[in-house]
């Protein structure tokens, strides 16, 4: 905490990296991502918006081309990724998520929506429900800044 951030503000920040953890186990519990690392889940996020090259993912992951290599290599070899040539430049490879883990990505993300709609669903007053959804517009706001 710095000198100069109020008490209350330093243990709200505290308690809200708190319920993310916990809420973020609690969504791997309801659909388990499977052995990927995180930095073939990053991988993965990234090739939902498109094809990519490895030097593309590299580069916006921060890192050197050869330290892409082995992730790249272990996302083909667990089906997750499949490449084809690039049409622009044939020399590349465009790199895509196959139709199946696309298919499997999908499926646990409705996993944890069904778990998180029947929690707020059930265990939340509609007033209490309110009162989230004022609290996600503010956490919008710190995401954005």
Known sequence: MSSDTP??????????RANFRALKRRFREQ??????????IAVVNRLEGGP???SA?????????????????A?????VIQGRPDPSD??????SLTDLYREQLNARREARQDWL??????????EEQQVL????????RIVES
């Open 90 to 95: 044939g020399r590349q490879t465009l790199l």
């Open 52 to 54: 990519s090259t490895a």
């Open 57 to 73: 993912l590299a580069r916006a992951e921060g890192m050197r081309p050869q330290s892409m290599g082995p992730i790249i290599a």
């Open 133 to 140: 959804a004022q609290a996600n517009a503010l956490l919008r």
């Open 31 to 40: 659909a388990p991502a499977g052995e990927l690392t995180p930095a073939q």
């Open 117 to 126: 709609e029947g929690i707020i669903a059930t265990r939340l007053s509609p």
């Open 7 to 16: 008490p209350f503000a330093s243990a709200l920040a505290h308690d809200l």
């Open 75 to 79: 996302l083909d070899s667990a089906g």
